[in-house]
């Protein structure tokens, strides 16, 4: 079958005096973009769902958590992949990488601040806190390397079928965790639900593990996206100054700001003026499509804290990451007593 065939129009072409949305020539791959790192997001969310209700499962006392995480409807969370999938495809590049480079500078501050040893909750949330990040980071990374591709739509289109199903995967295994984790693990039934009663405490280490992987490839792609616009060594310099000084008093404020205001307010009021200062920076050194980027951010940063409203709150609870393997059933409160090999039958 002839290449040709495989090639798409260019439905940019179709819509005179708008402007391009600066993914490439055609609306079809930023929509196919804004859909892979939105389903990118849902497979984080889907597991650190499967974590969190495991958490909650395995302790007697975080019996409401439990349910409140069993009581979500798959129907808002398809609602938010699509709202996700609109805002990244809406957003435009540079934008985008502002925002990942932004996320980038704050999570290594953040994480260069904590003490040694395992400082699970501050990672975790920072983990919840980075949905809308990832999400501009992918699409970062895939407007660079699919960028003068010869079949770019066929590639975004192979690559959405993949995500669409590890998206899938993701949030079948959170059905299952939610309604059949308690019965099988305590009954040694599912090979799924027994792994996750042995290694659920080690998900946030994987999980930060790709993470990390996707944010350098997000950075490397947005200060490569940033720096084709400017001609001359001076433009880039006038630009990234006054950014980088931005950036480093937002790291400061924020940091400070979510020590006093560990709550999704505090997370509310951090988000407004991270994209304030944005925006006043961009006005002096930007373009009037990037204003309207920094706006479409703004939705979509409180549209991911929406959606990870309760994983917040449970975040906050000091004694929550107490996974361990241990033998005894999730609805037995004999969590306290000394670990059993996992191969052990419960007592």
Known sequence: MPAAMFSLPSLSSWLPGLPSLEWGSSLLDSLLQGLIGACGVSVLNSLLKVYFFVGCANNPERQPEKERLRAQWASLETLHLAGLALVLTIVGTRVAALVVLEFSLRAVSTLLSLDKGSQVPERLQLYLLCQYSLGCGLTCGLSFLQEGAPHRTLNLLLGLGLAALLCTGARRLHSHTCRLYELHSSQHYCGVCLGLLAGAHGLPRLLGRALAVAFVVGNLAAVALINRDFLTTSEAVRFWTP????????????????????????????????????????????????LLGILVSLLGELWCLVAVRNLLDICQIQDFPSQRPSGSAPSQPQLSAPAQPPGTAPS
């Open 243 to 290: 950014l980088t000084i931005c950036y480093t008093l937002l790291v400061i404020y924020m940091q400070e700001e979510q020590r006093q205001r560990p709550g999704l307010q505090g997370q509310v009021q951090t988000v407004l003026v991270r994209m304030g200062g944005l925006f006043v920076l961009l006005l002096t050194v930007g373009r009037w499509l990037d």
